[in-house]
Each structure stands twice: as C-alpha cells, then as structure tokens.
C-alpha cells in the first residue's frame, strides 16, 4: 500500500534452539557474508528496508537447560546495532510472560518497549475469517443461522452474522488462532458448492479439560508458550523421559 513501510520480514523455518542454528539462519535471511554476530549486525544495518520483523520468536526457545541460546543469539544481534537499525519482534503472549517472569534466560532490556495487540473485537474477526474465505473463492451465507431465529430475510441474516461474530469473539477472548480453530468448527456445506454455511461451534470434547492432570495442564501450558512442537521438543521442553 501506498505509504506503507519497507519491511523485511524474517520467520525461522524451523524451531532453532542453539545459538550456531539461528546465527546461519539469520546470516542466510540477512545476506550477510558470515554468521560473525558483528557480520550480522553490519548486514542487517545495511539493508535498504527501513523496518526488520521478525516474526514467531516461540521457534527460537525450548523451555529448558540451554534451549534460550538461539533467541539469546537474536537478541545480541539487535543490540548490537540498536541505535543504527529498527527491529521488531512479534512473540506470543504466553511466551512473553514467561520470559518476562524468567529474567535469567535472555536480556529482555534490548526491547525499548513492549507493544501488547490485544484481543481482536467480532468485527475484526469477521472481517478477516470471512475475508479469508471470499479470498478463496466462497460465498459466506448465513441463511440457515437466520432462519433459527425465525428470520430469512437480508435484514435477519446480517443479524445472525453480527450474532456469529460476536459469539466466535467471546468464546475465543479475541485470540486468533483460537478464533480460527473456532471458525473452522462453525463451517457447514452450503446450497451451492461455492457457498459456505455458519452456524455455532462444534465444542465436542470441552467437558473432558476438568479431567485433565496436573501433568496435562503442564503438557498443555508448554505448547502455550512454546507454540506447535515435534514429539522430541515436547519431551525436551517437559523434561521428560520418552517413554513417560
């Protein structure tokens, strides 16, 4: 867009979690000649883009005895040229209280402030979930939630999409990848092919999380923080013999 700013987004292909890892990544994704931390910094402060982004900083970290060396890394090359080269960082917000409660595992202080997004509102969430689906050739109808309601005509139906909206913001809190998953659930065949039908979520399955362990909440507030892992992250990350 017209008077939008230059970025250069960078994203780990992969979880990295030593410090030799993420310096290859970032020389590769900066260009630089070597993976020197000083080469780095040289080569990031002499891109032509104005902004650097990087983005799921979760991939650079395993909770564990070593796992912050690869985020550790990062960090080093961002101070190092902090004053010649604006960065920003984009992290879950699991993951930022946990570093935020763990001082000993990286600096947070290169960071001259942290900026919290917040919960997308439903009409936020609309706009993008059923954006995402124009996007990709569908037609988003609401006919048959209107019609619970009593109501088929275009006045009732833009109702039942307001109505929709507003449920996928509440149960979700605002959260997009749980907004997403929430969305996908609320899916149905629609009259024509191209058509896709809303309706409430399907939340099958919610009653067994009051059973859960306290070694499954431990399980599941790894993944929180540490985002989609590999069975051997996991087990790191919980410290953990493989055949517990």
């Not at 979880?15 to 990031?44: F, M, N, T, V, Y």
């Not at 902090?82 to 570093?99: I, K, Q, S």
């Not at 009732?156 to 959260?175: H, P, T, Y």
Request: a negative charge; hydrophobic letters at 50%.
């Amino acid at each position: 867009a017209e008077g939008a700013p230059n970025l250069l987004v960078l994203r780990p292909p992969r979880r990295i979690s030593d410090a030799k890892g993420a310096r290859a990544w970032l020389a590769e994704s900066l260009g630089a000649e070597s993976s020197d931390p000083q080469a780095l910094c040289s080569a990031a402060i002499s891109r032509s883009e104005e902004l650097i982004v990087v983005m799921d900083l979760h991939l650079l970290m395993l909770r564990g005895v070593g796992g912050f060396a690869a985020l550790g890394a990062l960090l080093d090359v961002i101070q190092r040229g902090a004053e010649e080269r604006l960065w920003v960082c984009a992290a879950r917000t699991p993951l930022w209280r946990y570093l935020e409660g763990a001082p000993g595992a990286v600096d947070l202080g290169v960071f001259r402030a942290p900026i919290e997004l917040g919960a997308l509102r439903a009409d936020a969430l609309e706009s993008w979930l059923l954006g995402a689906e124009v996007a990709a050739g569908f037609v988003p109808s609401f006919t048959r939630l209107a019609a619970v309601g009593g109501v088929s005509d275009a006045r009732g139906e833009a109702r039942a999409r307001a109505a929709w909206a507003r449920l996928i913001e509440d149960l979700s809190q605002g959260a997009p990848e749980v907004a997403r998953a929430l969305w996908l659930h609320s899916l149905r065949a629609g009259a024509s092919p191209e058509q896709l039908e809303h309706g409430p979520p399907r939340l099958d399955g919610l009653d067994a999380l009051d059973q859960l362990s306290t070694e499954d909440l431990f399980l599941l507030t790894a993944l929180a923080i540490h985002g989609p892992m590999t069975l051997s992250a996991l087990i790191e990350a919980l410290n953990r013999p493989e055949s517990a």
